[in-house]
């Protein structure tokens, strides 16, 4: 951190006591109603800095423009201290309204980056204003109500990618004592603070044959293309033992070559597997690799298998969801379709089939994700469409950003205020974790483990 890019200003400190009891706080309707004003006033600044970021979109790590105006936004806010290019990641950006008093330690994650050729078509610029509304909101309640505790905005890089910003972020021990994070996502089917996403990782695989004449002497060669077929034949198969949730997709990278009279001496694909949770993740990649093992032994093929894993699912945390939930209907019209009434087993969860790195948050720290519909394009188009990359950059589809980012400062509002919730926060958060954990032990036996032998290189005799 880097002392002279930090922009301070001091705030008077008298400090309002937090509320022991979470089921009694009589304050906290002032709150909102102050989150609520402070946002009805921001409306149209946070819209112009919505529509710029829609309108310049920009690859995952090269968020320059995006960083630039959130970063140069929040240094003209009083109270925030800004940290430009934070933690040696030159998009990537740190912001906090710090109290000055010991107390909980809220985030808010603001993502930035659009896709290749598609541009905001994830409506991130949208996750950008529903953060930054929320952040903005809770220390103006803070500051008015002299609160204790500290609210962070961290400006995430590349969530569209392998590595996200945030696991980043995480790494490098940026969200060390903070107690909460969240964040938002548009879609265009729910309104849900309860969502789960998919844990996904990706496998490189190589094959390793040996060229050789196709009708003169086919017998001196080994066939890498047909080690990649039957390994692909062989994932086929295992699609109808996966579990609900399981994924796998492969594309074929190299296919050995154009001429029909060769033994192809070489042969590659890419397979990405998405599961719901990251320890199943682990049991579908080891009988993946099994199938891909198998094209090798059956061919004779070298094969090499590069591992890269990608992000962990999320899991909701429902205290703070049924926080968020309390305060979203608590706003005036709420648009359709309403947040379902929370249950107490995974059926009450909203699974959305896609990953994001939040999910690796939601494993350090109780976390939520909510998911928000916008009015929908004309081809009713889901994210990653051109139709949604429309849809996100409406004046409605910002309202809806603005009216999340509302019911997400009342969240944080009640985090800081309330120890007893957030007790009961953590408490959520380490059941969820245990839980995880049993349910995935009960999943595992029946097949064989991975037995290590990714890496087979023959040496050929010619
Ligand atoms: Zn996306
Ligand atoms: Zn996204």
């Not at 994700?369 to 996100?392: C, L, M, R, W, Y």
Request: aromatic residues 8%; hydrophobic residues 40%; contains cysteine.
């Amino acid at each position: 951190m880097e002392e002279d890019s930090f922009v301070f200003v001091e705030i008077e400190d008298i400090i309002q006591q937090p509320q022991q009891n979470p089921s009694h706080n009589p304050r906290a309707s002032e709150y909102f109603h102050d989150v609520e004003k402070c946002l009805d006033n921001l409306e149209v600044p946070l819209w112009e800095l919505n529509s710029f970021i829609h309108k310049n979109p920009e690859l995952a790590f090269r968020e320059f423009k995006a960083h630039n105006a959130l970063t140069e936004f929040l240094k003209l806010r009083p109270c925030w201290r800004v940290m430009p290019s934070a933690y040696g990641m030159e998009t990537a950006w740190v912001a906090e309204y710090d109290s000055g008093h010991a107390g909980p330690v809220v985030s808010f994650n603001v993502e930035m980056d659009a896709l290749p050729d598609l541009g905001h078509a994830c409506g991130h610029n949208l996750i950008a204003s529903a953060s930054m509304a929320a952040g903005l909101a809770t220390a103006e309640v803070m500051k008015r109500h002299k609160l204790a505790g500290k609210v962070i905005l961290f400006g995430t890089p590349g969530e569209e990618g392998y590595k996200g910003g945030k696991i980043l972020f995480l790494e490098k021990g940026a969200y060390e004592n903070v107690d909460v994070s969240l964040i938002s996502h548009p879609g265009i089917l729910h309104n849900s603070p309860l969502v789960r996403t998919t844990a996904f990782a990706r496998l490189e695989v190589e094959y390793f044959g040996r060229a050789a004449h196709g009708g003169k002497e086919p017998w001196k060669g080994i066939n890498a293309l047909d080690a990649l077929v039957i390994s692909y034949n062989a994932v086929a198969a295992l699609r109808q033992q996966t579990m609900p949730g399981d994924v796998i997709g492969i594309a074929i990278t190299n296919g050995g070559g154009k001429a029909t009279n060769i033994i192809h001496s070489y042969a590659a694909c890419v397979c990405m597997l998405h599961t719901r949770t990251a320890l199943r993740l682990e049991e579908l990649q080891q009988k993946v690799r099994a199938c891909f093992r198998a094209g090798a032994e059956a061919t004779g093929s070298g094969i090499n298998i590069t591992w890269t894993p990608g992000y962990e699912d999320h899991m909701p945390n429902r205290v703070l969801a049924a926080s968020y939930t309390k305060y979203w209907d608590l706003i005036p019209d709420p648009p359709q379709p309403p947040i379902p009434e929370p249950g107490p087993g995974e059926e009450s969860f909203t699974w959305v089939p896609s990953s994001t790195d939040q999910g690796n948050l939601s494993h350090a720290m109780p976390s939520i994700n909510v998911s928000f519909a916008i009015p929908p394009g004309p081809k009713a188009g889901q994210p990653h469409t051109p139709d949604f990359e429309g849809a996100a950059g409406t004046r409605e589809a910002f309202r809806r950003a603005l009216r999340v980012g509302k019911a997400l400062a009342g969240t944080a509002i009640d985090v800081l205020t309330q120890p007893a919730l957030l007790d009961e926060v953590r408490k959520q958060w380490e059941h969820d974790m245990d839980s995880i954990g049993r349910q995935e032990l009960m999943n595992q036996g029946g097949w064989l483990l991975y037995d290590g032998r990714d890496q087979r290189h023959w040496n050929y005799k010619s």
